[in-house]
């Protein structure tokens, strides 16, 4: 099977897992997808979201909207596996979210884990957990993280019982240096691509 076709089944797997929640009459749905430039030299980028946030237009006041992770049951953590996002997206988050316009998204990146050699495994790209890359030779190095937050400033709208869907562009490439000493850092390089409101 090809790996677009195998990771095409998987994100539907996931999205019907995660559901088609019902919110409250003046709301509507909001689903973040992810896709990624990977670091092309590792076998496998594991990253780990733990807190992704929406924040609306009409209160410059209000507090952070949570945006609860994809899994069920509802996960505190969603890890992807960026090597398996180029090209192919899976699901980061949905909530159903008050209908109007919001001017921000911020995640949270908590940690990171960088793998060279070995196979990657048959596993969906993101899941709560993920397991390392199979085979002889596989090292790992977990990748310091100066700040894990990255805030996303582009406007969007939530429409009355609509669906707007919101690509996140994670870009690897850029989010991953090696330091001197033989070490991996990430500075979260993230972008929303497109915006698609229905």
Same mark, same amino acid.
């Given at each position: 099977?090809?790996?677009?076709?195998?990771?095409?089944?998987?994100?539907?797997?996931? &999205?019907?897992?995660?559901?088609?929640?019902? +919110?409250? #009459?003046?709301? *509507?749905?909001?689903?973040?997808?992810? /896709?990624? $430039?990977?670091?092309?030299?590792?076998?496998?980028?594991?990253?780990?979201?733990?807190?992704?946030?929406?924040?609306?237009?009409?209160?410059?006041?209000?507090?952070?909207?949570?945006?609860?992770?994809?899994?069920?049951?509802?996960?505190?953590?969603?890890?992807?596996?960026?090597?398996?996002?180029?090209?192919?997206?899976?699901?980061?988050?949905?909530?159903?979210?008050?209908?109007?316009?919001?001017?921000?998204?911020?995640?949270? &990146?908590?940690?990171?884990?960088?793998?060279? +050699?070995? #196979?990657?495994? *048959?596993?969906?790209?993101?899941?709560? /957990?993920? $397991?390392?890359?199979?085979?002889?030779?596989?090292?790992?190095?977990?990748?310091?993280?100066?700040?894990?937050?990255?805030?996303?400033?582009?406007?969007?709208?939530?429409?009355?019982?609509?669906?707007?869907?919101?690509?996140?562009?994670?870009?690897?490439?850029?989010?991953?240096?090696?330091?001197?000493?033989?070490?991996?850092?990430?500075?979260?390089?993230?972008?929303?691509?497109?915006?698609?409101?229905?």
């Amino acid at each position: 099977m090809r790996l677009t076709t195998a990771l095409s089944m998987a994100l539907g797997i996931s &999205v019907a897992a995660c559901g088609s929640p019902s +919110g409250p #009459s003046g709301s *509507g749905n909001l689903r973040l997808m992810i /896709t990624d $430039a990977p670091f092309e030299d590792a076998s496998a980028v594991h990253v780990t979201f733990s807190e992704v946030k929406a924040h609306r237009a009409e209160d410059a006041t209000a507090e952070w909207i949570t945006v609860p992770l994809a899994g069920t049951p509802a996960a505190t953590t969603r890890m992807c596996n960026l090597k398996k996002l180029e090209g192919p997206q899976d699901i980061l988050g949905v909530a159903f979210l008050e209908a109007g316009n919001y001017t921000q998204l911020r995640l949270v &990146v908590s940690s990171a884990m960088i793998y060279f +050699g070995g #196979s990657p495994t *048959g596993e969906a790209a993101c899941l709560p /957990t993920l $397991a390392a890359p199979t085979g002889t030779g596989v090292t790992s190095h977990a990748m310091e993280i100066p700040s894990g937050e990255v805030k996303l400033n582009r406007p969007f709208e939530v429409m009355s019982n609509g669906t707007t869907t919101v690509e996140l562009d994670f870009d690897g490439a850029r989010s991953i240096n090696q330091t001197g000493n033989g070490n991996y850092r990430m500075t979260p390089v993230i972008a929303i691509k497109t915006v698609n409101t229905q």
